[in-house]
């Protein structure tokens, strides 16, 4: 397709399950952003892939939060042992990386995650 | 800190009237500002750039105005109409690629 897509669009699992997020960018889209969005909040950065690396993780809340991209393309975000204040969309982007800060930012239409 | 702060509270005005929304920020020196729509149930979708050396941007009914030195951008809609009605973000970035959003301020446009 020509947009970013991602799956599953949504997910409830129980408190202390694992699950995965995945995230297909546009093709050519070198770099690779994941955030999550509260329930009336704002979005909160958690990583980016330039390529298949992560240059910034800084926005990961804790070591239970971990992603890859294999191929420079496709990305997954695990949580492990999720917690209820887990719960929220999970919106994944991408981009050219051509200009620092300066890049259109292309986003999927997210994944609402629900942890009881 | 950095901060980047727009209007929590909602904008409601008329059909054909202009809105303003505002993005003040502190403790970046952005190279660029960006503003994105966001529909309820949607990812956010890119609207307008302007850069640090740009006063004002404009696409359509858009306009987007940057002074570096008040740390303010203002975006502005023109003639506006009810599929107007959405979130809208500002976002910019203290270095790198990593983008940080405001909170957003929702636009009601009614008839």
């Known amino acids: 397709g020509a947009g970013v897509s991602q799956s599953p669009s949504n997910k409830v699992t129980e408190k202390g399950k694992d699950v995965e997020l995945r995230c297909d960018p546009i093709?050519?889209?070198?770099?690779l952003y994941w955030y999550r969005q509260s329930l009336g909040q704002g979005l909160e950065f958690l990583i980016y892939?330039?390529?298949?690396?992560?240059?910034?993780k800084s926005g990961l809340p804790s070591d239970r939060f971990s992603a890859e991209r294999t191929g420079g393309s496709v990305s997954t975000l695990t949580i492990q042992r999720t917690q209820q204040e887990d719960s929220a969309v999970y919106l994944c982007?991408?981009?050219?990386?051509?200009?620092?800060?300066?890049?259109?930012?292309?986003f999927g239409p997210g994944t609402r995650l629900t942890v009881t | 800190s950095q901060k980047i702060e727009q209007n929590s509270e909602a904008l409601n005005i008329q059909e054909g009237k202009t809105a303003t929304l505002t993005c003040n920020y502190t403790n970046y020196s952005p190279a660029y500002l960006q503003w994105y729509r966001q529909d309820p149930g949607r990812g956010p979708v890119f609207l307008l750039l302007i850069r640090e050396n740009e006063k004002e941007k404009r696409k359509e009914r858009l306009k987007v105005t940057f002074d570096t030195t008040l740390k303010q951008s203002l975006f502005h809609i023109t003639a506006s109409q009810p599929a107007d009605s959405a979130t809208y973000l500002c976002a910019l970035t203290g270095g790198g690629n990593k983008l940080t959003f405001g909170t957003g301020t929702q636009l009601k446009v009614e008839l």
């Open positions: 982007a991408s981009s050219l990386a051509l200009l620092a800060g300066g890049d259109e930012q292309y």
């Open positions: 892939f330039q390529g298949n690396s992560a240059p910034d």
């Open positions: 093709s050519g889209h070198t770099a």
